[in-house]
Protein backbone atom coordinates (compact mmCIF):
# COMPACT_ATOMS: atom_id res chain seq x y z
CA UNK A 1 0.00 0.00 0.00
CA UNK A 2 2.74 2.49 0.70
CA UNK A 3 4.22 2.37 -2.43
CA UNK A 4 1.44 3.52 -4.08
CA UNK A 5 0.66 5.61 -1.57
CA UNK A 6 2.63 8.34 -4.25
CA UNK A 7 0.63 7.59 -7.28
CA UNK A 8 -2.84 8.09 -5.16
CA UNK A 9 -2.20 11.62 -3.97
CA UNK A 10 -1.12 12.40 -7.69
CA UNK A 11 -4.36 10.96 -8.83
CA UNK A 12 -6.11 13.01 -5.92
CA UNK A 13 -4.89 16.15 -6.31
CA UNK A 14 -5.73 16.02 -10.58
CA UNK A 15 -9.20 14.93 -9.93
CA UNK A 16 -9.44 17.26 -7.44
CA UNK A 17 -8.22 20.01 -9.24
CA UNK A 18 -10.33 19.11 -12.30
CA UNK A 19 -13.07 19.23 -10.51
CA UNK A 20 -12.31 22.93 -9.16
CA UNK A 21 -12.10 23.53 -12.54
CA UNK A 22 -15.06 22.02 -14.04
CA UNK A 23 -17.09 23.34 -11.14
CA UNK A 24 -17.15 26.80 -12.03
CA UNK A 25 -18.16 26.57 -15.65
CA UNK A 26 -20.87 24.88 -17.85
CA UNK A 27 -19.02 21.89 -20.32
CA UNK A 28 -21.20 22.97 -23.34
CA UNK A 29 -19.69 26.10 -22.81
CA UNK A 30 -16.18 24.38 -22.87
CA UNK A 31 -17.33 22.12 -26.38
CA UNK A 32 -18.21 25.72 -27.74
CA UNK A 33 -14.68 27.30 -27.11
CA UNK A 34 -12.99 24.01 -28.77
CA UNK A 35 -15.64 23.54 -31.63
CA UNK A 36 -14.55 26.88 -32.59
CA UNK A 37 -11.40 27.09 -32.02
CA UNK A 38 -8.83 28.42 -34.55
CA UNK A 39 -6.15 25.40 -35.67
CA UNK A 40 -3.73 27.71 -36.90
CA UNK A 41 -2.70 29.14 -33.99
CA UNK A 42 -3.09 25.83 -32.01
CA UNK A 43 -0.67 24.32 -34.89
CA UNK A 44 1.48 27.43 -34.16
CA UNK A 45 1.73 26.32 -30.71
CA UNK A 46 2.50 23.14 -30.68
CA UNK A 47 5.63 24.10 -33.48
CA UNK A 48 6.82 25.99 -30.42
CA UNK A 49 6.06 23.18 -28.53
CA UNK A 50 8.47 21.23 -30.42
CA UNK A 51 11.03 23.42 -31.46
CA UNK A 52 11.26 24.09 -27.57
CA UNK A 53 12.91 20.65 -27.56
CA UNK A 54 15.55 21.11 -29.76
CA UNK A 55 16.36 24.38 -28.19
CA UNK A 56 16.22 22.43 -24.54
CA UNK A 57 18.19 19.59 -26.14
CA UNK A 58 21.20 22.45 -27.03
CA UNK A 59 20.89 23.92 -23.31
CA UNK A 60 21.50 20.59 -22.21
CA UNK A 61 24.68 20.29 -24.23
CA UNK A 62 25.88 23.14 -23.22
CA UNK A 63 25.68 21.81 -19.57
CA UNK A 64 27.97 18.58 -20.82
CA UNK A 65 30.35 20.74 -22.41
CA UNK A 66 30.59 22.71 -19.24
CA UNK A 67 32.13 19.68 -17.63
CA UNK A 68 34.39 18.21 -20.52
CA UNK A 69 32.14 15.82 -22.10
CA UNK A 70 32.65 15.52 -25.74
CA UNK A 71 31.67 12.15 -26.72
CA UNK A 72 27.83 12.96 -26.71
CA UNK A 73 26.35 14.20 -29.79
CA UNK A 74 23.65 17.05 -30.35
CA UNK A 75 21.28 14.58 -32.16
CA UNK A 76 21.74 11.83 -29.26
CA UNK A 77 20.52 14.81 -26.64
CA UNK A 78 17.84 15.92 -29.49
CA UNK A 79 16.37 11.90 -28.97
CA UNK A 80 16.52 11.73 -25.72
CA UNK A 81 14.90 15.26 -24.98
CA UNK A 82 11.49 13.93 -27.45
CA UNK A 83 11.79 10.28 -25.82
CA UNK A 84 11.78 12.18 -22.32
CA UNK A 85 8.84 14.42 -23.48
CA UNK A 86 7.10 11.12 -23.88
CA UNK A 87 7.73 9.95 -20.69
CA UNK A 88 7.26 13.23 -18.89
CA UNK A 89 3.30 13.15 -21.00
CA UNK A 90 2.31 9.68 -19.82
CA UNK A 91 3.55 8.88 -16.37
CA UNK A 92 2.19 9.52 -13.33
CA UNK A 93 5.11 11.92 -12.50
CA UNK A 94 6.25 14.97 -14.51
CA UNK A 95 9.41 14.30 -14.18
CA UNK A 96 9.58 10.72 -14.99
CA UNK A 97 10.87 11.72 -18.52
CA UNK A 98 14.22 13.79 -16.79
CA UNK A 99 14.84 9.82 -14.89
CA UNK A 100 14.68 8.59 -18.36
CA UNK A 101 17.08 11.14 -19.59
CA UNK A 102 19.26 10.33 -16.71
CA UNK A 103 19.44 6.79 -17.45
CA UNK A 104 19.96 7.04 -20.79
CA UNK A 105 22.82 9.44 -21.32
CA UNK A 106 24.50 7.79 -17.70
CA UNK A 107 25.33 4.97 -20.56
CA UNK A 108 27.77 7.49 -21.80
CA UNK A 109 28.79 9.72 -19.07
CA UNK A 110 29.04 9.64 -15.43
CA UNK A 111 25.96 8.64 -13.39
CA UNK A 112 26.67 11.76 -11.29
CA UNK A 113 27.21 14.31 -14.59
CA UNK A 114 24.26 12.76 -15.75
CA UNK A 115 21.96 13.79 -13.02
CA UNK A 116 23.74 17.28 -12.05
CA UNK A 117 23.53 17.91 -15.77
CA UNK A 118 20.00 16.89 -16.21
CA UNK A 119 18.50 18.99 -13.03
CA UNK A 120 20.94 21.86 -13.82
CA UNK A 121 18.86 21.72 -17.28
CA UNK A 122 15.59 22.12 -15.64
CA UNK A 123 16.86 24.86 -13.31
CA UNK A 124 18.06 27.14 -15.26
CA UNK A 125 14.72 27.16 -17.51
CA UNK A 126 12.90 27.96 -13.53
CA UNK A 127 15.11 30.75 -12.52
CA UNK A 128 14.58 32.97 -16.17
CA UNK A 129 11.18 32.46 -15.37
CA UNK A 130 11.49 33.63 -11.99
CA UNK A 131 13.28 36.61 -13.01
CA UNK A 132 10.77 37.39 -15.90
CA UNK A 133 7.87 37.28 -13.19
CA UNK A 134 9.56 39.72 -11.18
CA UNK A 135 10.08 41.94 -14.27
CA UNK A 136 6.77 41.67 -15.50
CA UNK A 137 5.25 42.20 -11.93
CA UNK A 138 5.49 46.40 -11.84
CA UNK A 139 3.92 46.69 -15.36
CA UNK A 140 0.84 44.45 -14.21
CA UNK A 141 -2.28 45.67 -15.24
CA UNK A 142 -4.45 47.47 -12.60
CA UNK A 143 -6.99 44.84 -11.71
CA UNK A 144 -4.46 42.06 -11.23
CA UNK A 145 -5.39 40.80 -7.55
CA UNK A 146 -2.51 41.73 -5.34
CA UNK A 147 -2.72 38.66 -3.67
CA UNK A 148 -1.51 37.09 -6.71
CA UNK A 149 1.13 39.54 -7.01
CA UNK A 150 2.23 39.01 -3.73
CA UNK A 151 2.77 34.88 -4.77
CA UNK A 152 4.42 35.18 -7.74
CA UNK A 153 6.80 37.78 -6.40
CA UNK A 154 7.57 35.34 -3.41
CA UNK A 155 7.39 32.49 -5.20
CA UNK A 156 10.09 34.10 -7.89
CA UNK A 157 12.36 35.51 -5.18
CA UNK A 158 12.58 32.20 -3.13
CA UNK A 159 13.18 30.06 -6.10
CA UNK A 160 16.22 32.69 -7.17
CA UNK A 161 17.44 32.92 -3.65
CA UNK A 162 17.60 28.43 -3.93
CA UNK A 163 18.68 28.91 -7.00
CA UNK A 164 21.78 30.63 -6.62
CA UNK A 165 22.73 29.33 -3.49
CA UNK A 166 22.72 25.91 -4.90
CA UNK A 167 24.86 27.33 -7.73
CA UNK A 168 27.16 28.70 -5.45
CA UNK A 169 27.12 25.20 -3.37
CA UNK A 170 29.65 26.75 -0.02
CA UNK A 171 26.35 27.63 2.31
CA UNK A 172 25.00 24.13 1.73
CA UNK A 173 28.35 22.48 2.10
CA UNK A 174 28.51 24.60 4.86
CA UNK A 175 25.14 24.15 6.74
CA UNK A 176 24.54 20.13 5.34
CA UNK A 177 27.98 18.60 7.45
CA UNK A 178 25.51 17.40 10.11
CA UNK A 179 23.44 15.61 7.68
CA UNK A 180 23.86 11.34 7.91
CA UNK A 181 25.54 9.35 5.46
CA UNK A 182 24.64 9.71 1.52
CA UNK A 183 22.60 13.42 2.86
CA UNK A 184 26.02 14.66 3.61
CA UNK A 185 26.85 17.21 1.34
CA UNK A 186 30.54 16.57 1.29
CA UNK A 187 32.82 13.84 1.21
CA UNK A 188 32.36 10.97 -1.27
CA UNK A 189 28.50 10.73 -0.72
CA UNK A 190 26.09 10.45 -3.59
CA UNK A 191 25.02 13.95 -2.88
CA UNK A 192 28.77 15.41 -2.67
CA UNK A 193 29.23 14.27 -6.30
CA UNK A 194 25.81 15.58 -7.52
CA UNK A 195 26.57 19.19 -5.95
CA UNK A 196 30.16 18.71 -8.07
CA UNK A 197 28.87 17.69 -10.89
CA UNK A 198 26.34 20.47 -10.62
CA UNK A 199 29.14 23.28 -9.78
CA UNK A 200 31.58 21.82 -11.66
CA UNK A 201 29.35 22.63 -15.77
CA UNK A 202 31.09 26.35 -14.79
CA UNK A 203 29.58 30.07 -15.22
CA UNK A 204 30.57 29.93 -18.53
CA UNK A 205 28.10 26.93 -18.96
CA UNK A 206 26.03 28.20 -16.67
CA UNK A 207 25.60 31.63 -18.34
CA UNK A 208 24.66 29.99 -21.76
CA UNK A 209 22.69 27.73 -20.33
CA UNK A 210 20.59 31.08 -18.55
CA UNK A 211 20.36 32.39 -22.33
CA UNK A 212 19.19 29.49 -23.83
CA UNK A 213 16.52 29.63 -21.15
CA UNK A 214 15.56 32.79 -21.90
CA UNK A 215 14.87 31.94 -25.20
CA UNK A 216 13.02 28.92 -24.26
CA UNK A 217 10.86 31.03 -21.88
CA UNK A 218 9.54 33.65 -24.30
CA UNK A 219 8.78 30.77 -26.41
CA UNK A 220 6.74 29.27 -23.64
CA UNK A 221 5.04 32.48 -22.84
CA UNK A 222 4.63 32.47 -27.04
CA UNK A 223 2.60 29.04 -26.92
CA UNK A 224 0.55 30.42 -24.14
CA UNK A 225 -0.34 33.52 -26.16
CA UNK A 226 -0.81 31.41 -29.21
CA UNK A 227 -3.05 29.38 -27.64
CA UNK A 228 -5.23 32.22 -25.84
CA UNK A 229 -5.70 33.60 -29.50
CA UNK A 230 -6.89 30.08 -30.35
CA UNK A 231 -9.44 30.27 -27.96
CA UNK A 232 -11.05 33.39 -29.47
CA UNK A 233 -9.64 35.35 -26.66
CA UNK A 234 -6.38 36.86 -27.50
CA UNK A 235 -4.41 37.72 -24.06
CA UNK A 236 -1.53 39.91 -24.61
CA UNK A 237 2.00 38.78 -24.07
CA UNK A 238 3.24 40.46 -21.74
CA UNK A 239 0.11 39.49 -19.43
CA UNK A 240 1.53 36.06 -19.94
CA UNK A 241 4.61 37.06 -18.96
CA UNK A 242 2.73 37.50 -15.18
CA UNK A 243 0.91 34.41 -15.27
CA UNK A 244 2.93 31.57 -17.25
CA UNK A 245 5.64 30.86 -14.78
CA UNK A 246 2.95 30.22 -11.94
CA UNK A 247 1.54 27.47 -14.47
CA UNK A 248 5.36 26.11 -15.22
CA UNK A 249 5.77 25.99 -10.73
CA UNK A 250 2.50 24.36 -10.30
CA UNK A 251 4.59 21.26 -12.59
CA UNK A 252 5.99 21.07 -9.46
CA UNK A 253 2.64 20.02 -7.26
CA UNK A 254 2.46 16.16 -7.31
CA UNK A 255 0.05 15.58 -10.33
CA UNK A 256 -0.59 13.06 -12.71
CA UNK A 257 1.33 14.47 -15.40
CA UNK A 258 0.78 17.93 -14.24
CA UNK A 259 -2.83 17.65 -15.56
CA UNK A 260 -5.24 19.20 -12.98
CA UNK A 261 -3.55 22.50 -10.93
CA UNK A 262 -3.16 24.61 -14.56
CA UNK A 263 -6.83 24.15 -14.97
CA UNK A 264 -7.97 25.06 -11.53
CA UNK A 265 -5.15 27.97 -11.27
CA UNK A 266 -6.43 29.15 -15.28
CA UNK A 267 -9.66 30.75 -13.93
CA UNK A 268 -7.89 32.67 -11.05
CA UNK A 269 -5.31 34.45 -13.21
CA UNK A 270 -6.75 34.97 -16.37
CA UNK A 271 -9.61 36.69 -14.94
CA UNK A 272 -8.24 40.28 -14.56
CA UNK A 273 -7.21 39.82 -18.47
CA UNK A 274 -11.07 39.50 -18.93
CA UNK A 275 -11.40 35.91 -19.66
CA UNK A 276 -14.48 34.07 -18.31
CA UNK A 277 -13.73 30.81 -16.52
CA UNK A 278 -14.62 28.70 -19.54
CA UNK A 279 -12.45 30.04 -21.62
CA UNK A 280 -9.50 30.15 -19.12
CA UNK A 281 -10.18 27.03 -18.39
CA UNK A 282 -10.41 25.59 -22.34
CA UNK A 283 -6.84 27.34 -22.38
CA UNK A 284 -5.27 25.80 -19.87
CA UNK A 285 -6.59 22.08 -21.65
CA UNK A 286 -5.75 23.15 -25.01
CA UNK A 287 -2.22 23.51 -23.49
CA UNK A 288 -2.27 20.09 -21.57
CA UNK A 289 -3.69 18.66 -24.76
CA UNK A 290 -1.10 19.79 -26.90
CA UNK A 291 1.42 19.26 -24.94
CA UNK A 292 -0.02 15.49 -24.65
CA UNK A 293 0.47 15.77 -28.80
CA UNK A 294 3.81 16.37 -28.66
CA UNK A 295 4.79 14.27 -26.45
CA UNK A 296 3.30 11.32 -28.89
CA UNK A 297 5.88 12.09 -31.50
CA UNK A 298 8.72 11.20 -28.56
CA UNK A 299 7.37 7.23 -28.62
CA UNK A 300 8.32 5.95 -31.99
CA UNK A 301 11.89 8.36 -31.62
CA UNK A 302 12.81 6.52 -28.33
CA UNK A 303 11.39 2.81 -30.23
CA UNK A 304 14.05 3.50 -32.83
CA UNK A 305 16.83 4.60 -30.49
CA UNK A 306 16.50 1.40 -28.63
CA UNK A 307 16.46 -0.62 -31.15
CA UNK A 308 19.11 1.44 -33.26
CA UNK A 309 21.25 0.53 -29.76
CA UNK A 310 20.65 -2.92 -29.68
CA UNK A 311 21.48 -3.63 -33.26
CA UNK A 312 24.88 -1.91 -32.35
CA UNK A 313 25.31 -4.09 -29.61
CA UNK A 314 24.77 -6.78 -31.45
CA UNK A 315 27.29 -6.38 -33.78
CA UNK A 316 30.01 -5.72 -31.09
CA UNK A 317 29.56 -8.66 -29.45
CA UNK A 318 29.46 -11.05 -32.98
Keep these: MKKHLGTIL ?12 FSAIDFSQLVDKFAHARWEWLLL ?10 LRAYRWLLLLQGLGVKNVKFSRLVELYFAGNFFNSFLPSGFGGDVVR ?19 DRFTGLLILFVMGLLALPFRPENFPDVWAAAIALVCVAGLVGGFVLLDGRLIRKLGGWLPGPLNPNGDTPIAKFLQAVQGCGWQAIGGALAVSTVFAFMLVGWWTATTHAMNAPVPFAYNLLVVPIFAVALLVPTFGGIGVREALAGPLYAAAGLDPATAVAVALAVTLLLRLAGLLGAPIYVWTTIRKKRATSQQTA
Excluded: W, Y
Excluded at 10 to 21: F, K, Q
Excluded at 107 to 120: I, S
Design 10 to 21: RIGITVLGLALA
Design 102 to 120: VVEVAQEVPTDVATGTVFL
Design 45 to 54: AFLLINLSLV
